[in-house]
């Protein structure tokens, strides 16, 4: 099964959002985001599997929480060349 990170900039973003996502019965895992992710190198991001995207995305438009970007979680991001999604393909 496929599985993205959804990175914030912060772990009470990603706090915030799995609480929302526990009150709906949704369990997901937090973790510090991938060096070749992150700028700052102090962000967090939670592992979803790729169909769970557009209900995550749905619960921080619903409360206020801006995602720092949508990644597929693969070789790619070890090697520092991440696959990014775009708005089309996480509507698919």
């Given at each position: 099964?496929?599985?993205?990170?959804?990175?914030?900039a912060?772990?009470?973003?990603?706090?915030?959002?799995?609480?929302?996502?526990?009150r709906?019965?949704v369990?997901?895992?937090?973790?510090?985001?991938p060096?070749?992710l992150?700028?700052?190198?102090?962000?967090?991001?939670?592992?979803?599997?790729?169909?769970?995207?557009?209900?995550?995305?749905?619960?921080?438009?619903?409360?206020?929480?801006?995602?720092?970007?949508?990644?597929?979680?693969?070789?790619?991001?070890?090697?520092?060349?991440?696959r990014?999604?775009?708005?089309?393909?996480?509507e698919?």
């Open positions: 099964m496929a599985h993205c990170l959804v990175v914030f912060s772990l009470n973003q990603v706090a915030l959002l799995q609480r929302a996502l526990n709906e019965k369990y997901m895992e937090m973790m510090r985001t060096q070749s992150s700028s700052t190198g102090c962000s967090f991001a939670v592992r979803c599997n790729r169909a769970d995207v557009p209900l995550v995305l749905q619960t921080c438009s619903k409360w206020s929480i801006e995602p720092g970007g949508v990644f597929d979680e693969t070789e790619e991001i070890l090697s520092g060349r991440p990014v999604f775009t708005e089309d393909e996480l698919q």
